[in-house]
């Protein structure tokens, strides 16, 4: 393979003589294991532009009708990702004299995040022609990586390197696309009757914002308005309900698809937030300024104080909260990270609060302490609070209830994840009472998100991650093992906060699927899963998204190192096998091109390929002895990380993502599918 630099060029029929058609490949690492981008192409005339819009490949446009560009999607590589891109030289039209490569990110992310960006090409055979590193990225998040380009009766590869701070719009209007800007629309509905005289909705939604700033909107549930939920990436306040009384007018809100440009001069300048947390440094501030920002806006926000604690049995009342409050106990006072305190019908519920975050593990003699305290008190709940994930028989913290007492006292447990599920809930999708409250949990989601917060979540797989995981490589792991069982735990738990992520995204319940009957021992379910682990060397579970029929299961094998998130599809009833394989294929139009279908066949495996492969012919899917199919199984293949760890990065880090890219690259298309499921049904 030729190496080139940047502005270099070279002929790509003088380097093989396969050359009439090419795979592209672009590729990149992140340190962080969290960085990512979408490749586009574009085919360009003599006048250095677009021919029409059509001409513009990406990730919602991924194929040309004539076969001459299709993009095949992202493969896992040892230290990050690559993006492919199928180009058919011989079949680009005529008056193309250019196809450019590119790249860009969202969401506030920069090339300069991330290292190790090549773009390479290789011919039909598969061998690599020439390859091209790309250096110095900083603040672009737009990168033309190169470009293809006809010289008389043969094809040259440019190193070009140029990057964009305008983001994919802007390079994309530079060769001529239309690009349409993302506003606001504002519908008025028709006024109902005031609330009081004088009073408007305007005037109660400005006195509500802080700084006297410009009045956030006020608007109806997304199901009143008619709309879908709003994407995660948008920004500002997502579309809330009305409150309580009636307002003089209500406006719905469609929020932008995409944030709207910063008036800041570069990227140094940082948005001002309610909470900061840059200058936090130890666990102790993490921790205070943590447990005072949370219970704050509980008691701020009833609808948010309430959902996080209806479930340990508090009442629906008037809500204050108190941080650090002395309580006597024995020779010196302690002192409870917090305290709720719930009032209704002249009576208090009481609950005392001990917070962990970055990592750190709840002590047991501490927790101990708070429910004596509790308990002398007449108290009715102690709430631990960490980023570990609280199962089923499984106590966070194992501690004494001394059943002398005539005054019991609830020990639960909260993770991160779910407050910060919670809120996104609200925000999201299920709205609150006014447009401050929207605002106050939309600060809080960026604290809770915020690398130095300390809230992230479970992102440890625990001290028993390594030995296992080394034991099953080297074989020398056996059946009973009791830090299987631990690594078991630590999976689940994981499950449960990959369920907790995606549903707050979907607003929808995402729940772990457990196939044993009910009642059943948590703990012998965990041991039998153990013993498996030791003789197969994998850890599987199964999930399911409140209103679908289709199952998702999760494979991580820790042998070959690959995480696989598969589905099964059922074939339409009394479709012909051959309609139905198109009909799926179809359905999987925007799918990765690295996803593998296989025919499920009764008593055996039916045929199977990779969905780059299947496209041209569905006919591959059905079985050579006419045996009927009973559905299809969709598997997504991906490198897994394995450091323990305390960030997000390594294997916790890749099934989440491989969770996520599942879902959105492949069962979000089989909407079809379920609703005739359903029918059937």
């Not at 709207?260 to 001002?272: F, V």
Request: charge should be negative; proline fraction near 5%.
């Amino acid at each position: 393979m030729q190496e080139i630099s940047k502005g270099a060029n070279v002929s790509l029929t003088a380097l093989s003589e396969d050359a009439g058609s090419v795979v592209v490949s672009l590729s990149w690492t992140s340190a962080s294991g969290a960085g990512d981008a979408d490749v586009s192409v574009l085919l360009l005339d003599a006048n250095g532009k677009v021919r029409s819009d059509n001409d513009f490949y990406f990730y919602n446009n991924p194929a040309a009708a004539d076969g001459s560009v299709q993009l095949l999607g992202k493969t896992p590589t040892d230290n990050g990702d690559e993006d492919r891109i199928s180009v058919d030289l011989s079949a680009v039209p005529e008056d193309v004299v250019r196809i450019v490569v590119a790249a860009s990110q969202y969401g506030g992310a920069r090339f300069g995040d991330l290292d190790d960006l090549r773009m390479t090409v290789a011919d039909r055979s598969g061998d690599a022609l020439v390859g091209f590193s790309v250096e110095g990225a900083g603040a672009e998040t737009a990168f033309i990586f190169g470009e293809l380009y006809r010289r008389g009766e043969e094809w040259k590869f440019r190193a070009v390197g140029q990057g964009y701070e305008t983001g994919l719009a802007g390079l994309a209007t530079d060769f001529g696309i239309d690009v349409d800007a993302d506003e606001d629309e504002v519908e008025a509905e028709e006024p109902a009757a005031p609330e009081k005289p004088g009073t408007s909705a305007g005037a109660d939604v400005a006195a509500a914002v802080p700084g006297g700033g410009d009045p956030l909107p006020a608007a109806v549930p997304a199901s009143q308005a008619g709309a879908p939920p709003t994407p995660p990436a948008a920004a500002g306040v997502p579309a809330q309900t009305g409150g309580r009384g009636q307002r003089t007018t209500r406006k719905k809100v469609t929020l932008p698809k995409v944030a709207r440009k910063s008036l800041a001069e570069n990227d140094s300048w940082r948005t001002a937030r309610l909470f900061p947390v840059p200058s936090l440094k130890s666990d102790k501030e993490r921790e205070v300024r943590a447990t005072s920002v949370l219970l704050s806006v509980m008691a701020q926000v009833p609808e948010f104080g309430r959902r996080l604690t209806a479930a340990f049995g508090a009442p629906a009342g008037r809500m204050q909260t108190f941080t650090e409050v002395p309580l006597p106990h024995g020779d010196a006072p302690k002192r409870p990270d917090g305290v709720i305190r719930v009032e209704r019908a002249g009576k208090l519920w009481t609950a005392l609060v001990e917070t962990k975050t970055n990592g750190n593990a709840l002590k047991t003699e501490q927790v101990q302490q708070y429910v004596d305290i509790a308990a002398r008190r007449g108290y009715e709940a102690v709430i631990t609070l960490s980023n570990d994930v609280a199962l089923e028989g499984a106590p966070i913290v194992d501690v004494k209830i001394d059943g002398r007492r005539k005054h019991k006292v609830s020990l639960w447990h909260l993770s991160w994840a779910e407050v910060a599920h919670q809120a996104q809930m609200l925000i999201r999708h299920e709205g609150v009472g006014n447009a401050a409250h929207a605002w106050l949990l939309q600060e809080l989601l960026e604290y809770l998100q915020h690398e130095h917060s300390g809230c992230h979540g479970f992102q440890n797989m625990g001290p028993a991650w390594v030995p296992v995981r080394n034991g099953i490589d080297d074989e020398t792991i056996g059946i009973g093992d009791a830090r299987a069982v631990d690594v078991v735990e630590s999976w689940e738990r994981l499950i449960r906060q990959v369920c907790l992520r995606l549903g707050g995204e979907l607003g929808q319940k995402a729940l772990p699927v457990q196939r044993s009957r009910r009642g059943s021992d948590p703990r012998a379910r965990r041991t039998a899963a153990a013993e498996r682990l030791c003789t197969e060397g994998r850890l599987a579970a199964e999930l399911r998204i409140d209103g679908t029929t289709s199952v998702i299961g999760v494979i991580a094998d820790l042998r070959t190192m690959k995480v696989r998130t598969c589905v099964d599809v059922p074939a339409t009833e009394g479709a012909y096998p051959l309609a139905a394989a198109k009909r799926l294929i179809r359905l999987l139009a925007e799918a990765p091109a690295d996803l593998h279908v296989q025919s499920l066949v009764e008593g055996e495996n039916g045929p199977r390929g990779t969905l780059e492969r299947l496209r041209p012919e569905p006919g591959n899917l059905l079985p050579g002895d006419g045996a009927p199919i009973a559905g299809f199984r969709l598997t997504l293949i991906k490198g897994m990380g394995n450091s323990r760890g305390n960030t997000e990065s390594g294997f916790i880090r890749s099934v989440d993502d491989a969770v996520d890219r599942f879902y959105h690259g492949v069962v979000a298309h089989l909407g079809a599918v379920e609703a005739r499921g359903g029918r059937r049904g």
